[in-house]
């Protein structure tokens, strides 16, 4: 917003600084459904993905049903869900998430 700031030594020495190299990892992605039977879904009823985290994902989007949902993440899962259409498509849902 045209602010300025200046930097000194003062307030490098004060600062902590860690580089982390480590990529994230994710595990035991689940998806399911709402449905009675949970591993299928209908118009109306919700998908629902979730997974767990090595450590803080950023930014992390779900891309599912030809949409792009942000993820919510709390203590290492993190989490989505979509309702199903009537023209959402036939047949097993894929999915793809990406993070920062």
Do not use: C, W
Not at 3 to 19: E, G, M
Not at 64 to 81: G, K, Q, R, V
Not at 84 to 98: D, K, R
């Amino acid at each position: 917003a045209g602010n300025s700031l200046t930097v000194t030594q003062a307030n490098l020495n004060s600062s902590n600084l860690t580089i982390d190299k480590n990529v994230p990892g994710v595990t035991n992605p689940t998806l399911y459904s709402n449905n009675s039977n949970s591993s299928l879904a209908r118009a109306g009823d919700l998908i629902n993905i979730t997974l767990e985290e090595s450590e803080h994902i950023y930014n992390a989007t779900l891309q599912i049903l030809n949409t792009t949902i942000n993820m919510t993440e709390s203590n290492n899962t993190a989490y989505a869900n979509i309702s199903v259409l009537q023209n959402s498509p036939n047949g097993p849902v894929a999915f793809n998430i990406t993070a920062h």
